[in-house]
Nanobody, 112 residues
Framework: QVQLVESGGGLVQPGGSLRLSCAASGSIFGIYTMGWYRQAPGKQRELVAL??????TNYGDSVKGRFTISRVNGKKTALQMNSLKPEDTAVYYCNLPSMDLWGQGTQVTVSS
């Protein structure tokens, strides 16, 4: 059974950086489109970044120029988050859309 496991969340001051990682465990082969979403309290889940199987990237408007999604290998992706703002505070979820899989989420808190 394939699962997504996230790591790297935590508490950071405004202007700081964090790096999130997501790895798919289990029998999975090939290169997959993978993405990151986030959900803040009282808000809908929103797209943060997506990287397709061909390497094309797409970002939510609020993170463009600050966040970078990359592919470590066919089933692992990373999200580098720079210049973090308090409004980036949310639970961040990894997504593998072709299998409709979601990770358990990792908390990112930006606060002084």
């Amino acid at each position: 059974q394939v699962q997504l496991v996230e790591s790297g969340g935590g508490l950071v001051q405004p202007g700081g950086s964090l790096r999130l990682s997501c790895a798919a465990s289990g029998s999975i082969f090939g290169i997959y489109t993978m993405g990151w979403y986030r959900q803040a309290p009282g808000k809908q889940r929103e797209l943060v970044a997506l990287i397709t199987s061909s390497g094309t990237t797409n970002y939510g408007d609020s993170v463009k120029g600050r966040f970078t999604i990359s592919r470590v290998n066919g089933k692992k992706t990373a999200l580098q988050m720079n210049s973090l703002k308090p409004e980036d505070t949310a639970v961040y979820y990894c997504n593998l859309p072709s299998m409709d899989l979601w990770g358990q989420g990792t908390q990112v808190t930006v606060s002084s």
